[in-house]
């Protein structure tokens, strides 16, 4: 009897921790994404803290979820446009500029929010993704509730991240971005296009750092709250050292981080310990240090990280 | 990379004076000296104008909000005194900000600097408030720099030994150390009186910092700032020390070249930006707060960010722009209060501001390339 409810303690844990690590999926594979093409975007936090805000009251008012997320596409687009604008073309430097982002991700969403739904903050809620359970392999043994019946949009950040694997590693336009981030020169003389290539991925950041903050509004909870990343911006710069710059490295370290956000709601639901929940509240930004430390290489980043590339006049 | 975002006479620029007439050369020798002030009026500018069309259309009158910003900033003599108040830890973490930026260092945890520096000081306040003030008063903000120092070099160390990103180490350890600061005030450090409220006991009435107006809550903590943006000055620009902090921020690779630790460098920047940050905190504690509680800081630590970003990360410019925000934040408040504004549209408008210092001074960079052709 006592091992069932073990085995079930563990199923919800681990049905926790693909979910809670969903939105690091997302913004992670963008991340990657941006910074093989040699582009540090720390606004992150800022973009999915709009993409959470878009999700919410587009699908709030609307009453479709799938419209919610169209609208947080457009957003992480016209995000990452600007932050490509700034740090691209303007060549300013890639943390002035997502420091700004992220003050503006905090001051609108915060500022729309409250403006449009004043006095009924964190009351109001919508109607989030369901999960859909997927025929005959949802209901495998353990794993089919773990991994086969979870809602769309976790479905989704794995199709991301395997459509990343396979551009940046399987096609000649991942070449490209690889190139660019290594060496852009080089890139430009074998006729690539460095600042097409790196709006583009920086595009891609913008709407994997949206889709990650609206997850967490309209398919994780169902209500918005300010500053409901929580640093999840800032962790995902860390997931992506700590995966080495690589989609899967990314997707481990996100599941990883996962489970640390699972363990800590699990353990500060527990009643009767002595130790305070803040230890527990404590614990993911605590294991985001560590991940820093695990990871000393220096050779494994793309050469080109953070500087901006300026053509030969 | 240096934040070169504004000032700075571009040398591209001096090239093509030599076909210009002696009036065009007069006017852009005008120009180049006082771009230097402009270009922060016209960002701020820019950001209140964009300011005013969002609450447009969110249907607010930008007008009535903005004269309510500026009644709520400089409406009488209380209220100028406040924007002081605010202003003084702007000033500080807006220091602590510019001696980091200005060395290319990422220092993006002010706000847990400035927690730490609160929290040695509520300590000392209370434990050892039997001192005298001319003993006490010193030793607290000894206290509050040496906790916020050694926050920064945590980081600095972090950096130096691991090769990890100041960026992302300093907001965690913010997160880390506002989350503590939570544990304190409903913990250890509560008040043992009251039950309700999450705040630390009464600094005693010895740790408190003189005012300068007694009517008004503006206390000396202001002036230490006035004249610390002063030392910092010639710290940065006047001496060996600051050379070499200035060429590790424009060209590691060549400061290593030229013998300098640049390790070493790091650690003291991080370690003074720290101290600074702490020292915000602790001037709040004995000057203003007299207790520690959860929001001590409102945010004072991000603030600095744009306080130092928009002149330059220079520490004399820092004095005018702790103030300028210091009455946004005071106004805005009284917005809040009297218009119904959400506050919170500072932080945007501090986003906006640093872009828009960014744009202006990328309109200058490509003018003055497009002229180096002619």
Redesign the interface.
């Given at each position: 009897m006592e091992d069932i409810q073990w085995i079930v303690g563990l199923q919800g844990i681990l049905v926790a921790t693909i979910r809670l690590a969903t939105p690091l999926i997302f913004s992670g594979i963008g991340l990657v994404i941006a910074e093989q093409a040699g582009v540090v975007n720390?606004g992150l936090e800022?973009i999915m803290l709009l993409g959470a805000f878009t999700g919410w009251t587009i699908g709030f008012y609307s009453g479709s979820l799938i419209l919610g997320l169209a609208a947080v596409i457009i957003v992480g687009l016209i995000s990452g446009l600007i932050f490509a604008l700034?740090t691209v073309t303007?060549?300013?430097?890639q943390?002035?500029?997502g420091?700004?982002?992220?003050?503006?991700?905090?001051?609108?969403s915060?500022?729309?929010y409250?403006?449009?739904f004043g006095r009924e903050i964190g009351l109001l809620k919508l109607e989030s993704f369901q999960s859909i359970e997927i025929p005959f392999l949802s209901n495998l043994p353990f794993i089919g509730k773990i991994l086969f019946q979870q809602n769309i949009l976790v479905y989704s950040s794995f199709v991301f991240c395997l459509l990343a694997i396979y551009v940046l590693y399987h096609t000649a336009a991942g070449l490209a971005i690889r190139s660019v981030g290594e060496h852009p020169r080089a890139a430009d003389t074998m006729g690539i296009n460095v600042f097409l290539v790196r709006y583009l991925c920086v595009l891609m950041s913008g709407v994997g750092a949206a889709l990650g903050g609206a997850f967490l509004s309209i398919a994780y909870t169902n209500i918005f709250v300010?500053n409901i990343v929580s640093?999840r911006g800032?962790?995902t710069?860390?997931i992506v050292?700590f995966g080495r710059w690589k989609p899967v490295g990314t997707l481990i370290g996100a599941l990883i981080f996962g489970l640390f956000y699972a363990i800590q709601l699990n353990l500060q639901s527990l009643r009767g310990i002595v130790i305070?929940y803040?230890v527990f509240?404590?614990l993911p930004?605590?294991m985001?240090?560590l991940a820093?430390?695990s990871m000393?290489g220096?050779a494994i980043r793309p050469k080109a990280l953070?500087?901006p590339y300026e053509p030969s006049a | 990379m240096q934040p070169q975002l504004s000032s700075g006479s571009s040398g591209k620029a001096s090239h093509s004076k030599i076909n210009k007439t002696s009036l065009s050369r007069d006017l852009r020798f005008v120009w180049e000296r006082s771009k230097k002030f402009l270009t922060p009026l016209v960002a701020i500018a820019l950001a209140l104008g964009i300011g005013a069309v969002l609450m447009y259309l969110n249907g607010y009158s930008p007008l009535r909000a903005y004269s309510t910003l500026w009644w709520g900033a400089f409406g009488n003599l209380r209220n100028i005194s406040e924007v002081l108040v605010k202003a003084t830890p702007l000033m500080f973490t807006g220091l602590a900000m510019a001696v980091a930026f200005r060395a290319s260092i990422w220092n993006m945890g002010a706000e847990g600097q400035f927690f730490v520096g609160a929290i040695a000081t509520t300590w000392v306040g209370i434990h050892l408030g039997y001192l005298p003030p001319w003993i006490l008063i010193p030793l607290e903000m000894a206290a509050g720099i040496m906790a916020g120092a050694l926050a920064g070099m945590l980081a600095g160390y972090l950096k130096v030994r691991f090769n990890a990103n100041e960026v992302v180490t300093t907001i965690m350890i913010n997160y880390l150390i506002i989350i503590g600061t939570n544990y304190l005030v409903t913990g250890p450090m509560k008040e043992v009186t009251q039950d309700s409220f999450p705040q630390s006991a009464l600094i005693s009435a010895n740790a408190f910092l003189p005012r300068i107006v007694p009517t008004t809550r503006l206390n000396i903590g202001f002036l230490i700032a006035i004249v610390l943006s002063i030392i910092m000055y010639l710290l940065i620009f006047k001496t060996s020390f600051g050379y070499a902090l200035r060429a590790t921020g424009i060209n590691p690779e060549a400061a290593r070249f030229a013998r300098m630790d640049t390790k070493k460098i790091a650690l003291l920047v991080m370690a003074l930006s720290g101290g600074l940050a702490g020292l915000g905190g602790s001037i709040e504690i004995a000057g203003l707060a007299h207790r520690l509680f959860s929001n001590v800081s409102p945010g004072y630590g991000w603030d600095g960010i744009a306080v130092s970003l928009l002149v330059n990360n220079n520490p004399l410019g820092v004095m005018f722009s702790g103030i300028l925000f210091g009455a946004l934040r005071s106004g805005s408040e009284i917005m809040q209060i009297n218009a119904g504004i959400p506050s919170v549209l500072n932080s945007a408008i501090q986003g906006i501001v640093i872009l828009s210092v960014i744009a202006f001074g990328a309109y200058r960079f490509i003018s003055n390339k497009k002229e180096g052709k002619e």
């Open positions: 720390i800022g700034f303007i060549r300013a430097n943390i002035v500029v420091v700004a982002f992220n003050m503006l991700g905090i001051g609108l915060g500022f729309l409250r403006t449009l300010e640093g800032y962790i710069l860390a050292a305070p803040h509240q404590a930004y605590f985001t240090i820093l430390l000393r220096r953070g500087k | -």
